[in-house]
């Protein structure tokens, strides 16, 4: 059956899952594309629904394809192409989507997976997150650890902006109170960028085990984060700007500590 009206239940609560606060009620949020929709089947993560548009679909292998791995028990509410472009938010949609359960990991993941995180200081905006999740997936990090009030990672503007890679990340909330005892409490290198750095970030020799945190995009990184990092670095400028958007400063840095590393796993 092929569903048509904007009044459906079900339909209706996709719609919703735009909402922040729906999506933290739900624990659930929604995702369009064949690419990004066979990455979540792939990488394990539970799916709830998929939302398929025969019309829009048509000529294309892929909903065959994942429908291949799909778990049998998932709903699939099959829609008209009004109704799709309805729950749409790109340009052209290509017709399958998904509500996907959302992933929560505590601090101690750290510990666990070992290797190069990043930490974000009350991150605003949804595109930036994103960005920097996908640069982080490129580099082989291990994931985000969203400190204090954060956007939400699951924002469609998130999700569109990691490209992904959202599946393939850890990902941690928490107060800074948290993060600044976790810190405390355990022998992991903090790395962070600040005006008040007094290096260079091609400066340091970066180990394999390590956290960078950055700031916000208005006021960067807090007094009492920066007070506990191992080293502040900066990233130099020249011009009259005087600082560069928060996943250009995150991919910059990100990508000489992965240089780092990479050199050193050549010559062993």
């Not at 355990?186 to 180990?207: F, K």
């Not at 007094?223 to 996943?247: A, F, T, Y």
């Amino acid at each position: 059956m092929i569903i048509t009206s904007p009044s459906n239940p079900k339909i209706k609560a996709i719609r919703k899952l735009r909402d922040k606060k729906y999506r933290k009620e739900t624990n659930s949020f929604f995702v369009e594309g064949i690419r990004i929709v066979s990455e979540a089947i792939e990488s394990d993560w539970e799916i709830e629904q998929i939302v398929v548009c025969p019309e829009l679909l048509s000529g294309s292998s892929g909903y065959e394809l994942i429908s291949e791995k799909l778990d049998h028990r998932v709903d699939v509410l099959r829609v008209d192409q009004s109704l799709f472009h309805s729950l749409s938010t790109k340009d052209g949609p290509k017709g399958l989507a998904a509500v996907i359960k959302q992933k929560h990991f505590q601090l101690d993941v750290i510990k666990k997976f070992p290797g190069c995180w990043v930490a974000l200081d009350r991150v605003a905006d949804p595109g930036n997150l994103g960005t920097i999740m996908r640069t982080c997936d490129a580099v082989g990090a291990k994931g985000v650890i969203l400190v204090g009030n954060c956007t939400d990672p699951y924002d469609p503007s998130s999700i569109r902006g990691s490209m992904g890679a959202v599946f393939s990340l850890f990902l941690v909330q928490c107060e800074q109170k948290e993060f600044v005892e976790f810190k405390n409490n355990h022998s992991i290198h903090l790395v962070g960028t600040s005006d008040h750095g007094t290096e260079n970030y091609q400066s340091p020799t970066y180990p394999d085990e390590m956290i960078l945190i950055m700031g916000s995009e208005r006021e960067g990184l807090h007094e009492n984060l920066w007070q506990v990092c191992d080293r502040l670095v900066q990233i130099p400028m020249q011009g009259k700007s005087d600082s560069l958007n928060l996943s250009v400063a995150c991919g910059v840095c990100l990508y000489e500590i992965y240089n780092q590393h990479r050199v050193k796993s050549e010559v062993l």
